[in-house]
């Protein structure tokens, strides 16, 4: 292939194996539903970088239907910043501004899940429920952070698997946030219904300060941590 972009896959391998153990270094996971959510976002990692340095099935695909077109979009590694290519972007495609964004986005992924994951802690260790920090703002942070993550990725890398594969996982994350809630209802009752009327699930209302949380003695662990303490 051009420039030997691709068929490396002990690179395909390597990438893999490091981001989703990064992935797990922040997240901690031990139930059940943890792996499930690990699990999704590792098959998006597997999918990503198969395509990165590995076999570029896109650039194929839309190379042959759009090369005429777009003269960049060929099977070089450059080639595979689509989003470059379509915008015809000329400079380096790694200071292109779908790049840089996409470091931000994958940046804040992470840090949302590390942050979040010292709140979840904290309040297994004080045996209550996690309504501060990142949790003040929404009830799943984590799954935001993995969403924001593979957002990231798909504005630096994207492919036609990983597209396909982006709504299956939104879904995927928000039956798993469905099925939390309802284990976390049973558990906290009316210290959890309070807390879920004025915190959105996934996307943070910052234009307002969420109300304090209820005083008293705390009665259960935090939802997010029954089966990781």
Known sequence: MADAAYGLWPLVVLNTLLFIAFAASFFHPKSKRDWRAMGAYSAFMVALFTEMYGTPLTIYLLGSWLGSQFPLLKDTHAGGHLWNDLTNWQGDPHLSPFHLASYVAIGVGFWLIAAAWRVLHDAAQHDRLATTGLYA???????????????????????????????????????????EEREVAERFGADWEAYAARTPAFWPRWHTRPPAPRSGPPSRPEQHTTARR
């Open 137 to 179: 703002h929404v009830r799943h942070p984590q799954y935001d952070g993995f969403l924001l993550i593979m957002i990231g990725f798909l504005l630096q890398w994207p492919t036609i698997p990983t597209l396909i594969m982006f709504p299956v996982l939104v879904y995927i994350y928000a039956r798993l946030a469905r099925s």
